[in-house]
Protein backbone atom coordinates (compact mmCIF):
# COMPACT_ATOMS: atom_id res chain seq x y z
CA UNK A 1 0.00 0.00 0.00
CA UNK A 2 3.15 2.40 0.45
CA UNK A 3 2.03 3.84 3.99
CA UNK A 4 5.59 3.41 5.62
CA UNK A 5 8.90 3.96 4.62
CA UNK A 6 11.10 1.78 2.82
CA UNK A 7 12.90 -0.69 4.95
CA UNK A 8 10.74 -0.07 7.64
CA UNK A 9 8.50 -3.73 7.24
CA UNK A 10 12.02 -5.54 7.07
CA UNK A 11 14.70 -3.63 9.31
CA UNK A 12 15.38 -5.40 12.73
CA UNK A 13 13.38 -4.05 15.70
CA UNK A 14 16.47 -3.32 17.78
CA UNK A 15 18.33 -1.82 15.14
CA UNK A 16 19.69 1.97 15.17
CA UNK A 17 17.77 2.00 11.24
CA UNK A 18 14.71 1.28 12.97
CA UNK A 19 15.19 4.29 15.30
CA UNK A 20 16.00 6.32 12.39
CA UNK A 21 12.78 5.31 10.31
CA UNK A 22 10.98 5.95 13.20
CA UNK A 23 12.13 9.77 13.56
CA UNK A 24 12.10 9.56 9.40
CA UNK A 25 8.52 8.59 9.56
CA UNK A 26 7.30 11.94 11.67
CA UNK A 27 9.16 13.84 9.33
CA UNK A 28 7.54 12.75 6.22
CA UNK A 29 4.17 13.15 8.47
CA UNK A 30 4.91 16.66 8.70
CA UNK A 31 5.20 16.97 5.11
CA UNK A 32 1.99 14.91 4.19
CA UNK A 33 0.16 17.32 6.25
CA UNK A 34 1.30 20.43 4.93
CA UNK A 35 0.83 19.24 1.26
CA UNK A 36 -2.66 18.17 2.51
CA UNK A 37 -2.09 14.70 1.66
CA UNK A 38 -4.24 12.07 3.33
CA UNK A 39 -4.57 8.25 3.68
CA UNK A 40 -7.59 8.14 0.75
CA UNK A 41 -4.89 9.92 -1.78
CA UNK A 42 -2.23 6.99 -1.13
CA UNK A 43 -4.61 4.10 -0.74
CA UNK A 44 -6.24 2.79 -3.70
CA UNK A 45 -7.58 -0.60 -5.55
CA UNK A 46 -4.39 -0.57 -7.30
CA UNK A 47 -2.33 -0.03 -3.99
CA UNK A 48 -4.10 -2.49 -2.22
CA UNK A 49 -3.93 -5.02 -5.17
CA UNK A 50 -0.40 -4.45 -4.75
CA UNK A 51 -0.25 -5.19 -1.09
CA UNK A 52 -2.10 -8.43 -1.76
CA UNK A 53 0.17 -9.09 -5.04
CA UNK A 54 3.42 -8.94 -2.30
CA UNK A 55 1.94 -11.12 -0.06
CA UNK A 56 1.36 -13.96 -2.36
CA UNK A 57 4.70 -13.49 -3.36
CA UNK A 58 6.34 -13.73 -0.13
CA UNK A 59 3.64 -16.77 1.40
CA UNK A 60 3.42 -13.70 3.99
CA UNK A 61 0.24 -13.71 6.83
CA UNK A 62 -3.29 -14.76 6.57
CA UNK A 63 -3.87 -12.09 8.57
CA UNK A 64 -3.60 -9.53 5.85
CA UNK A 65 -7.15 -10.77 4.20
CA UNK A 66 -8.94 -9.31 6.72
CA UNK A 67 -6.61 -6.15 7.28
CA UNK A 68 -6.60 -5.43 3.09
CA UNK A 69 -10.48 -6.25 3.48
CA UNK A 70 -11.28 -3.71 6.44
CA UNK A 71 -9.00 -1.02 4.85
CA UNK A 72 -10.66 -1.57 1.26
CA UNK A 73 -14.62 -1.16 3.74
CA UNK A 74 -13.24 2.15 5.13
CA UNK A 75 -12.21 3.72 2.11
CA UNK A 76 -14.78 2.29 -0.28
CA UNK A 77 -12.59 0.89 -2.45
CA UNK A 78 -13.45 -2.01 -4.44
CA UNK A 79 -11.69 -4.64 -3.28
CA UNK A 80 -13.07 -8.00 -2.09
CA UNK A 81 -12.23 -11.55 -1.67
CA UNK A 82 -12.66 -12.18 -5.28
CA UNK A 83 -9.40 -9.92 -5.91
CA UNK A 84 -7.36 -12.28 -3.38
CA UNK A 85 -9.09 -15.07 -5.48
CA UNK A 86 -7.66 -14.01 -8.76
CA UNK A 87 -4.44 -12.87 -7.83
CA UNK A 88 -3.98 -16.46 -6.03
CA UNK A 89 -4.42 -17.91 -8.99
CA UNK A 90 -1.47 -15.85 -10.88
CA UNK A 91 1.32 -14.69 -8.57
CA UNK A 92 3.84 -17.41 -7.73
CA UNK A 93 5.68 -17.51 -4.41
CA UNK A 94 9.34 -15.89 -5.37
CA UNK A 95 10.77 -15.40 -1.66
CA UNK A 96 10.52 -18.41 1.15
CA UNK A 97 11.08 -17.67 4.98
CA UNK A 98 11.00 -19.13 8.61
CA UNK A 99 8.74 -20.64 9.68
CA UNK A 100 8.85 -22.24 6.19
CA UNK A 101 12.07 -22.33 5.00
CA UNK A 102 15.92 -21.47 6.97
CA UNK A 103 16.02 -17.77 5.94
CA UNK A 104 14.94 -15.08 8.00
CA UNK A 105 13.22 -11.77 8.00
CA UNK A 106 16.43 -10.09 8.36
CA UNK A 107 17.92 -12.07 5.88
CA UNK A 108 15.25 -10.58 3.38
CA UNK A 109 16.66 -7.52 4.97
CA UNK A 110 19.82 -7.79 3.45
CA UNK A 111 18.24 -9.29 0.34
CA UNK A 112 16.87 -5.73 -0.50
CA UNK A 113 13.69 -6.18 1.70
CA UNK A 114 10.56 -5.42 0.32
CA UNK A 115 11.68 -2.96 -2.13
CA UNK A 116 13.70 -5.75 -3.80
CA UNK A 117 10.91 -8.27 -3.86
CA UNK A 118 8.49 -5.50 -5.81
CA UNK A 119 11.96 -5.01 -8.22
CA UNK A 120 11.60 -8.59 -8.83
CA UNK A 121 7.96 -8.55 -9.66
CA UNK A 122 7.62 -5.07 -11.18
CA UNK A 123 7.22 -5.52 -15.14
CA UNK A 124 6.78 -9.03 -15.01
CA UNK A 125 3.37 -9.20 -13.42
CA UNK A 126 0.92 -6.67 -15.52
CA UNK A 127 -1.34 -6.70 -12.40
CA UNK A 128 1.37 -4.84 -10.36
CA UNK A 129 0.66 -1.26 -10.80
CA UNK A 130 3.17 2.03 -10.61
CA UNK A 131 1.44 3.09 -7.50
CA UNK A 132 3.01 6.26 -4.97
CA UNK A 133 3.26 5.76 -1.78
CA UNK A 134 3.94 7.97 1.60
CA UNK A 135 7.58 8.94 0.08
CA UNK A 136 5.39 10.34 -2.77
CA UNK A 137 8.02 8.93 -5.36
CA UNK A 138 6.25 6.26 -7.76
CA UNK A 139 6.76 2.79 -7.46
CA UNK A 140 9.10 2.61 -10.78
CA UNK A 141 11.16 5.30 -9.60
CA UNK A 142 11.67 4.18 -5.77
CA UNK A 143 12.76 0.65 -6.92
CA UNK A 144 15.19 1.67 -9.73
CA UNK A 145 18.52 1.70 -7.92
CA UNK A 146 17.73 -0.81 -5.22
CA UNK A 147 19.96 -4.06 -5.08
CA UNK A 148 18.38 -7.94 -5.23
CA UNK A 149 20.06 -10.69 -4.11
CA UNK A 150 18.63 -13.28 -6.59
CA UNK A 151 19.56 -16.30 -4.09
CA UNK A 152 16.85 -15.62 -2.18
CA UNK A 153 14.48 -13.88 -4.26
CA UNK A 154 13.71 -14.95 -7.38
CA UNK A 155 12.14 -13.92 -10.25
CA UNK A 156 8.99 -15.11 -11.13
CA UNK A 157 10.27 -17.00 -14.07
CA UNK A 158 12.22 -18.60 -11.96
CA UNK A 159 10.25 -19.07 -8.23
CA UNK A 160 10.71 -20.88 -5.25
CA UNK A 161 7.38 -23.11 -6.42
CA UNK A 162 5.21 -22.29 -8.85
CA UNK A 163 2.02 -22.37 -6.54
CA UNK A 164 1.27 -18.83 -4.39
CA UNK A 165 2.07 -18.28 -1.06
CA UNK A 166 -1.83 -17.98 0.15
CA UNK A 167 -4.73 -19.38 -0.97
CA UNK A 168 -8.83 -19.03 -0.77
CA UNK A 169 -10.73 -22.28 -0.24
CA UNK A 170 -14.35 -23.29 -1.11
CA UNK A 171 -16.29 -26.20 -0.48
CA UNK A 172 -19.52 -27.01 1.77
CA UNK A 173 -17.69 -26.61 5.17
CA UNK A 174 -16.67 -23.02 3.68
CA UNK A 175 -19.44 -21.88 1.27
CA UNK A 176 -17.93 -18.11 1.66
CA UNK A 177 -14.61 -18.75 1.90
CA UNK A 178 -11.16 -19.54 4.06
CA UNK A 179 -7.77 -18.84 3.99
CA UNK A 180 -4.71 -21.39 4.25
CA UNK A 181 -1.06 -20.25 4.44
CA UNK A 182 -0.40 -22.66 1.28
CA UNK A 183 3.79 -21.82 1.52
CA UNK A 184 3.75 -23.69 5.33
CA UNK A 185 2.23 -26.83 3.85
CA UNK A 186 4.54 -29.62 2.77
CA UNK A 187 3.62 -30.54 -1.32
CA UNK A 188 3.22 -33.75 -0.49
CA UNK A 189 -0.05 -33.15 2.32
CA UNK A 190 -1.38 -30.82 -0.79
CA UNK A 191 -4.66 -33.72 -0.68
CA UNK A 192 -5.64 -34.73 2.70
CA UNK A 193 -8.71 -36.90 4.27
CA UNK A 194 -8.78 -37.06 8.02
CA UNK A 195 -10.80 -37.67 10.98
CA UNK A 196 -12.80 -34.91 12.64
CA UNK A 197 -11.75 -33.99 16.30
CA UNK A 198 -14.63 -30.77 16.84
CA UNK A 199 -13.77 -28.89 19.89
CA UNK A 200 -15.73 -25.68 20.59
CA UNK A 201 -13.18 -23.21 21.90
CA UNK A 202 -9.21 -22.96 21.46
CA UNK A 203 -9.02 -23.81 25.29
CA UNK A 204 -10.31 -27.29 24.12
CA UNK A 205 -8.38 -28.04 21.35
CA UNK A 206 -5.19 -27.28 23.49
CA UNK A 207 -6.33 -29.71 26.56
CA UNK A 208 -6.44 -32.16 24.20
CA UNK A 209 -3.36 -31.86 22.19
CA UNK A 210 -1.53 -31.50 25.56
CA UNK A 211 -3.40 -34.60 26.59
CA UNK A 212 -2.25 -36.67 22.90
CA UNK A 213 -5.65 -37.12 22.26
CA UNK A 214 -4.79 -36.16 18.18
CA UNK A 215 -3.21 -38.63 16.51
CA UNK A 216 -1.89 -38.95 12.67
CA UNK A 217 -5.11 -38.70 10.54
CA UNK A 218 -7.06 -36.68 12.57
CA UNK A 219 -8.54 -32.98 11.76
CA UNK A 220 -8.88 -30.74 14.57
CA UNK A 221 -11.46 -28.23 14.19
CA UNK A 222 -11.72 -25.20 16.64
CA UNK A 223 -15.15 -23.42 16.40
CA UNK A 224 -16.92 -20.85 17.60
CA UNK A 225 -13.69 -18.92 17.36
CA UNK A 226 -14.93 -15.97 14.51
CA UNK A 227 -15.63 -12.87 14.61
CA UNK A 228 -19.17 -13.17 16.28
CA UNK A 229 -18.05 -16.95 17.85
CA UNK A 230 -15.28 -15.09 19.59
CA UNK A 231 -16.07 -12.50 19.68
CA UNK A 232 -12.71 -11.15 17.87
CA UNK A 233 -11.27 -13.53 16.21
CA UNK A 234 -8.11 -15.09 18.62
CA UNK A 235 -5.32 -15.90 16.84
CA UNK A 236 -4.72 -20.10 17.11
CA UNK A 237 -1.11 -19.70 16.84
CA UNK A 238 -0.89 -22.09 20.18
CA UNK A 239 -2.71 -25.00 19.03
CA UNK A 240 -1.03 -24.76 15.25
CA UNK A 241 2.81 -24.45 17.03
CA UNK A 242 1.97 -27.28 19.58
CA UNK A 243 0.58 -29.46 16.48
CA UNK A 244 4.07 -28.74 14.81
CA UNK A 245 5.84 -29.47 17.72
CA UNK A 246 4.26 -32.77 18.39
CA UNK A 247 5.10 -33.90 15.12
CA UNK A 248 2.01 -34.00 13.36
CA UNK A 249 2.99 -30.71 11.29
CA UNK A 250 2.19 -33.23 7.63
CA UNK A 251 -0.15 -36.13 9.48
CA UNK A 252 -2.61 -34.07 11.03
CA UNK A 253 -4.63 -31.24 9.92
CA UNK A 254 -6.36 -28.36 11.59
CA UNK A 255 -9.16 -26.04 10.67
CA UNK A 256 -10.65 -23.12 12.21
CA UNK A 257 -13.44 -20.14 11.93
CA UNK A 258 -10.59 -18.50 13.50
CA UNK A 259 -7.47 -17.04 12.55
CA UNK A 260 -3.81 -17.55 12.18
CA UNK A 261 -0.73 -16.03 13.34
CA UNK A 262 1.66 -14.97 10.49
CA UNK A 263 4.24 -17.83 12.05
CA UNK A 264 1.58 -20.61 11.16
CA UNK A 265 2.77 -23.62 9.20
CA UNK A 266 1.41 -26.87 8.37
CA UNK A 267 -2.08 -28.07 7.40
CA UNK A 268 -4.19 -25.17 9.01
CA UNK A 269 -7.30 -23.31 6.94
CA UNK A 270 -8.76 -20.56 9.10
CA UNK A 271 -11.04 -17.49 8.24
CA UNK A 272 -14.04 -20.67 7.97
CA UNK A 273 -17.18 -18.65 6.66
CA UNK A 274 -19.84 -19.00 7.32
CA UNK A 275 -18.19 -19.02 11.00
CA UNK A 276 -20.05 -21.70 13.44
CA UNK A 277 -21.43 -19.19 15.49
CA UNK A 278 -24.11 -17.93 12.48
CA UNK A 279 -24.79 -21.82 12.32
CA UNK A 280 -22.71 -22.58 9.43
CA UNK A 281 -21.31 -26.06 8.52
CA UNK A 282 -18.56 -26.22 10.96
CA UNK A 283 -20.74 -26.30 13.57
CA UNK A 284 -22.31 -29.27 12.38
CA UNK A 285 -19.29 -31.68 11.99
CA UNK A 286 -19.46 -34.25 14.69
CA UNK A 287 -16.59 -36.19 16.31
CA UNK A 288 -15.58 -39.20 13.38
CA UNK A 289 -16.76 -37.41 10.50
CA UNK A 290 -14.82 -37.17 7.37
CA UNK A 291 -13.01 -33.74 6.46
CA UNK A 292 -11.43 -33.86 2.64
CA UNK A 293 -8.43 -30.74 2.37
CA UNK A 294 -7.43 -30.62 -1.44
CA UNK A 295 -5.11 -27.54 -1.73
CA UNK A 296 -4.39 -28.37 -5.50
CA UNK A 297 -8.08 -28.00 -6.48
CA UNK A 298 -8.97 -25.41 -3.31
CA UNK A 299 -11.42 -27.42 -1.73
CA UNK A 300 -12.54 -28.13 2.09
CA UNK A 301 -15.04 -30.50 2.25
CA UNK A 302 -17.16 -32.69 5.04
CA UNK A 303 -17.56 -35.90 3.58
CA UNK A 304 -21.57 -35.99 5.06
CA UNK A 305 -24.71 -36.03 3.00
CA UNK A 306 -27.00 -33.09 2.53
CA UNK A 307 -29.69 -34.83 4.20
CA UNK A 308 -27.58 -35.96 7.14
CA UNK A 309 -26.36 -31.79 7.40
CA UNK A 310 -30.25 -30.43 7.45
CA UNK A 311 -31.02 -33.56 9.95
CA UNK A 312 -28.21 -31.50 12.51
CA UNK A 313 -28.85 -28.23 11.35
CA UNK A 314 -32.68 -28.57 12.32
CA UNK A 315 -31.40 -30.00 15.66
CA UNK A 316 -28.36 -27.42 16.34
CA UNK A 317 -28.69 -25.27 19.38
CA UNK A 318 -28.78 -21.46 18.90
CA UNK A 319 -25.69 -19.65 19.75
CA UNK A 320 -25.27 -18.32 23.28
CA UNK A 321 -23.21 -15.25 22.86
CA UNK A 322 -20.14 -15.28 25.72
CA UNK A 323 -21.06 -11.25 26.44
CA UNK A 324 -24.20 -9.65 26.99
CA UNK A 325 -23.36 -6.53 27.85
CA UNK A 326 -20.63 -4.08 27.34
CA UNK A 327 -18.76 -2.99 24.13
CA UNK A 328 -17.93 -6.91 23.09
CA UNK A 329 -21.72 -7.67 23.22
CA UNK A 330 -22.42 -4.89 20.53
CA UNK A 331 -19.36 -6.08 18.40
CA UNK A 332 -20.45 -9.61 18.44
CA UNK A 333 -24.12 -8.27 17.34
CA UNK A 334 -22.97 -6.52 14.25
CA UNK A 335 -19.65 -7.98 13.33
CA UNK A 336 -19.57 -9.17 9.60
CA UNK A 337 -17.67 -12.35 8.50
CA UNK A 338 -13.85 -13.36 7.72
CA UNK A 339 -14.37 -12.86 4.17
CA UNK A 340 -15.75 -9.34 4.39
CA UNK A 341 -12.35 -7.97 6.95
CA UNK A 342 -14.71 -8.63 9.93
CA UNK A 343 -15.93 -5.39 9.87
CA UNK A 344 -18.47 -3.94 12.11
Not at 10 to 36: P, W
Not at 53 to 73: E, R, Y
Not at 180 to 205: H, L, N, R, V
Request: net charge neutral; hydrophobic share 40%; aromatic share 4%.
Amino acid sequence: MGMSLPQCATASAVSALKRRIAFDSGLQIVELVKNNIKPSDIITRDSLRNAIICDLAMGGSTNSFLHILAIANAGNIDVNLKDFEELSNKIKQIVKLDPSAAPTMTDLHNAGGISAVLKSLYGKIKELKNTTGVTQICLEDLIKNTWVDTELIHSPENPVTTKPGLGILYGNIASEGCVTKISGIDEKCYEFEGIAKPYDSEEAAMEALEKDEIKAGDVIVIRYEGPKGGPGMREMLAPTSLLVGKGLGTTAALITDGRFSGGTRGICIGHICPEAADGGVIALIEKGDKIKIDINKRTLDLLVDDKTLAERKAKLKPFIPKHTSGYLAKYARSVKDASHGAIV
